[in-house]
């Protein structure tokens, strides 16, 4: 039981490149969440779905889209990456019509030159 | 609007101190839940403790307690005997209502470093 993972750890990008941040989860949770940790502002809901198939947005989901083709799995996607999103990716899962327990992911720490 | 405030940014003690994380939280709904999270230098975020808001019983676990307070909005975590692992970024977080997509709204965290 793996719970939460993500991929890749670390990259660095050049303004205007693309790349997609993957996140897999082994715990049958229903709903799964993107944040952003930048300093001094906490974590910022980026992009969320509460199920396969679905999904919304979060505060924060100017220059990102999200895909749930599976249940277990979300992706994140940078178009054309700007310096404005360096930062540190986390993904999160929790269960519905429960009490918003999320679990999360390592992190992804993305620098954008 | 859901508001979750950590006063404290940052947070120095020896080791072996008490120290106490302040959290106070904004919530319209009667229905809610407040978390803890730690997040240690390697960067992961572990979860800690959940509480709802029908109970205000402290909770204590090892050399962590948990003090919530429906009157001052207040759901304080203490550290007895502070170690040096203890050092990390602290969250407390709020999610409303039961059942369905609630939001979870975290505070910008607080950081304790134990100094040997």
């Known amino acids: 039981n793996a719970g939460v993972t993500q991929t890749p750890k670390f990259r660095v990008l050049k303004t205007g490149q693309s790349m997609t941040l993957l996140c897999a989860q082994d715990?049958?949770?229903?709903?799964m969440y993107w944040y952003r940790q930048d300093p001094g502002m906490g974590l910022r809901l980026i992009h969320y779905?509460?199920?396969?198939?679905?999904?919304a947005k979060g505060e924060v989901p100017d220059g990102y889209n999200v895909s749930r083709l599976k249940k277990q799995n979300f992706l994140l996607g940078l178009e054309s990456a700007a310096p404005s999103q360096t930062s540190v990716y986390f993904c999160?899962?929790?269960?519905?019509?429960?009490?918003?327990?999320?679990?999360f992911g390592p992190g992804t720490r993305l620098t954008v030159l | 609007a859901q508001k979750v405030t950590q006063a404290q940014t940052e947070i120095s003690v020896v080791e072996k101190e008490d120290v106490t994380l302040d959290c106070v939280y904004e919530?319209?709904?009667?229905?809610?839940?407040l978390f803890w999270y730690k997040q240690p230098p390697s960067g992961e975020l572990v979860f800690l403790i959940r509480?709802?808001?029908?109970?205000?019983q402290n909770e204590i676990s090892g050399r962590y307690s948990w003090n919530f307070q429906k009157s001052t909005s207040s759901f304080n975590f203490t550290i007895t005997a502070s170690q040096v692992v203890d050092s990390a970024v602290y969250f407390c977080?709020?999610?409303?209502?039961?059942?369905?997509?609630?939001?979870?709204?975290f505070g910008i965290g607080t950081k304790l470093q134990v100094i040997p």
């Open positions: 999160a899962s929790s269960y519905s019509r429960s009490d918003g327990t999320q679990y």
């Open positions: 715990m049958n949770h229903e709903y």
């Open positions: 779905s509460v199920g396969e198939g679905t999904t």
């Open positions: 919530t319209r709904d009667t229905t809610y839940y």
């Open positions: 509480r709802n808001s029908f109970d205000e």
């Open positions: 977080a709020l999610s409303e209502g039961p059942g369905g997509y609630q939001k979870v709204t």
